[in-house]
């Protein structure tokens, strides 16, 4: 079973759109959550983290964390065509290290 | 800023035989990780390395040995190459204490 499932699988806003991605984990040990952005061809690149329940903004970028019910959602708001890209969300546990395990991840496309 | 180098960009391989993947990073992180990336599911954790010398088992490791010579290296080896093996292998490090992971650009296996 997949700790931590991702939706939608894909997704399509126009230029100046808004964005917004979930992410719901199964595994309560799970207490840090990141996510990451890959485009073609590269390797995935932290966006952000988010420790504690409430919302974090960064830019265009906000995520929010409800420890309670195990989801984090990211929103991109004025998205851009650079923004279309795979997205993960990622969570780890002081256990084992923090090594991140991931979702499947969402396509965004960005049509200008 | 560091950089993570995987070596070979592309490798083909035939059924049955053993094949290893590089990975040089130049961070001086002392945890390093090898992730599958398969069309659909993600990134799954092969194996990490917390310092140098140690050596832990992820999710999907059957099949595969990994080897940390130092601390800026860490291989991978496909001990008998299938045909579904075909995906993109990442490598990536990071500080120890859930701090960012930092992702190469990939090895992609084809297997025929």
């Known amino acids: 079973q997949q700790k931590v499932q991702q939706s939608p699988e894909s997704l399509s806003v126009p230029e100046g759109g808004m964005a917004s991605l979930n992410c719901t984990s199964s595994?309560?040990?799970?207490?840090y959550f990141w996510w990451y952005r890959q485009h073609s061809g590269e390797g995935p690149k932290a966006l952000m983290s988010i420790f504690s329940d409430g919302d974090k903004k960064e830019g265009r970028f906000t995520a929010h964390l409800n420890k309670a019910s195990l989801h984090v959602s990211l929103h991109i708001r004025d998205s851009q065509p650079s923004d279309s890209a795979l997205y993960f969300c990622a969570a780890s546990e002081p256990q084992g290290g923090y090594k991140l395990t991931f979702g499947t991840g969402t396509s965004l496309l960005v049509d200008p | 800023g560091g950089i993570i180098t995987q070596t070979p960009k592309f490798l083909i391989g035939q059924e049955g035989q053993k094949l290893t993947l590089k990975c040089q990073q130049n961070?001086?992180?002392?945890?390093m990780y090898w992730y599958r990336q398969d069309s659909g599911k993600g990134l799954r954790l092969i194996y990490y390395?917390?310092?140098?010398?140690?050596?832990q088992k992820g999710d999907l490791s059957e099949g595969y040995d990994a080897s940390r010579e130092k601390k800026s290296s860490f291989s991978l080896t496909v001990t008998s190459a299938q045909k579904n093996e075909m995906a993109v292998f990442l490598c990536?490090?990071?500080?120890?204490?859930?701090?960012?992971?930092?992702f190469g650009k990939g090895t992609r296996l084809t297997v025929v």
């Open positions: 961070f001086n992180h002392d945890t």
């Open positions: 390395s917390i310092t140098e010398n140690d050596l």
């Open positions: 990536a490090s990071s500080r120890t204490g859930g701090t960012e992971v930092f």
């Open positions: 595994d309560r040990n799970f207490q």
